[in-house]
């Protein structure tokens, strides 16, 4: 079966740093995402990572080893505005999203 | 660009009516729409997926019959809830791909919280 896990929870310092880490058993691999998601409100793209290695984008940096079925997002200079889950979603063999259940992220002052 | 609309972003209806859901790409044409359904603290789960001008694909357990989906043109799919029930009370987003995107992305809509009493 498919399979992605990440931490259900996590909670970090205002103006820290945090890893979120996702590792995945997937039919396939075409890429792997980031979303942040608000409660009550739709995911919002935050970064799509298809080869190995870091990609930086401001705040926020999203890594993946394939041999390892694995990814981290890590979010720097944490803001309380970052408070959020942050799901981990992985394009399989046929093209299709599969979901992890998200890491909910609580900063607190 | 590639905004996504959702129409209503809430509604309360009665058990046994019918609701339907638009979803709607503003700015770009979009082949392909998946409809999710998120209830509280868990995370998306996708329901079907929308081809414009063919039948949906659903996911196994989702009943086509009761989540009938319609995708008439490349900007538009619904989702109509038949017969609701309380159990059918959740968060109900719509997202769209675009045509010949390499990354897959999908872009969602701000959601519909559906609550059936």
């Known amino acids: 079966g498919q399979n992605i896990d990440q931490p259900t929870e996590m909670t970090a310092t205002e103006g820290a740093i945090v890893q979120i880490n996702c590792t995945y058993q997937?039919?396939?691999?075409?890429?792997l995402f980031w979303y942040q998601q608000h409660a009550g409100e739709a995911p919002t793209f935050l970064s799509y990572n298809v080869l190995d290695g870091l990609e930086e984008k401001g705040r926020f940096s999203s890594f993946l080893s394939r041999s390892k079925g694995y990814s981290y997002l890590l979010l720097k200079e944490l803001q309380m505005k970052d408070s959020a889950s942050y799901l981990c979603a992985v394009v399989d063999s046929n093209y299709q999203l599969i979901w992890g259940a998200g890491t909910k992220l609580i900063i607190k002052p | 660009g590639a905004v996504v609309s959702q129409h209503p972003s809430w509604v309360i209806c009665k058990s046994g009516t019918s609701v339907k859901i638009e979803c709607r790409s503003l700015?770009?044409?979009?082949?392909?729409m998946f409809w999710y359904r998120q209830f509280p603290k868990q995370s998306l789960m996708l329901m079907a997926t929308s081809n414009e001008g063919s039948k949906a694909t659903y996911e196994q357990g989702v009943e086509k019959d009761k989540f009938l989906i319609n995708h008439a043109s490349l900007t538009l799919s619904t989702l109509t809830v038949t017969s609701a029930h309380p159990e059918d009370s959740s968060f109900y987003i719509c997202?769209?791909?675009?045509?010949?995107?390499?990354?897959?992305?999908?872009?969602f809509g701000p959601g519909t919280r559906l609550t059936v009493t």
């Open positions: 997937t039919s396939g691999f075409n890429g």
């Open positions: 997202s769209a791909r675009l045509t010949g995107l390499a990354e897959y992305e999908q872009y």
């Open positions: 700015d770009f044409q979009a082949t392909t």
